[in-house]
Nanobody
């Protein structure tokens, strides 16, 4: 069973930074992808950023130039460095993984595909002065 643990959220002022971590375990192969998604009340889930097994990345238009996704393959951990945070970035951020990396990659971009197999518990990011 794949287990995901999201951490790193908190309260930050506009313009500040946070780094989220998604620690994963239980994969049966090295062929997987991990992504970050966010949810706020009344809005659809958004794909924030995803990275697949060969290093390809995706960023939602609303975070391009501000957020950076990276991975430490040895630790099975994916990070999301969030800079220049805005109040509208306030959300619960979830990490998700799938051993069908193309599926997750397309899901991240909003395509109508099956939801990823594994989800973490989420971590709350609040951007407020």
């Amino acid at each position: 069973e794949v287990q995901l643990q999201a951490s790193g959220g908190g309260l930050v002022q506009p313009g500040g930074s946070l780094r989220l971590s998604c620690a994963a375990s239980g994969f049966t192969s090295d062929d997987y992808a991990i992504g970050w998604f966010r949810e706020v009340p009344g809005k659809e889930r958004e794909g924030v950023s995803c990275i697949n097994n060969d290093g390809r990345t995706y960023y939602g238009d609303f975070v391009k130039g501000r957020f950076t996704i990276s991975r430490d393959a040895a630790k099975n951990t994916v990070y999301l460095q969030m800079n220049n945070l805005k109040p509208e970035d306030t959300a619960v951020y979830y990490c998700a993984a799938d051993e069908r990396p193309l599926l997750l990659y397309y899901y991240c971009q909003g395509y109508q595909v099956q939801t990823p197999d594994s989800w973490g518990q989420g971590t709350l990011v609040t951007v407020s002065s």
